[in-house]
């Protein structure tokens, strides 16, 4: 069993006005140091072991539904865990 953690986030180039917004009410609460935010998406996915490659079925997924790969970049780290 493998335990995925996915993190999708908005490409550089890419408008983020929920992390604007949630900027603007940071320094709102007096809180000025914060320079930036970035508002993104985290998964954790637990995958059952199979005859495929868990590294190209996790990026399958990703590729397909997890991240709009057009304005998105996904990662992810993949953990094998023993389930009880």
Not at 46 to 70: F, G, H, P, Q
Request: proline share 1%; net charge negative.
């Amino acid at each position: 069993m493998y335990k995925v953690k996915v993190y999708v986030t908005l490409r550089e180039n890419v408008l983020d006005p929920q992390g604007n917004a949630v900027k603007g009410a940071l320094h709102t609460l007096n809180y000025h140091e914060v320079q930036d935010v970035r508002i993104g998406k985290f998964m954790e996915l637990l995958v059952e072991k199979s005859d495929r490659d868990i590294d190209s079925v996790v990026k399958e997924m990703c590729e397909k539904l997890l991240a709009n790969t057009v304005i998105e970049d996904y990662r992810y780290d993949i953990e094998e865990v023993v389930v009880q």
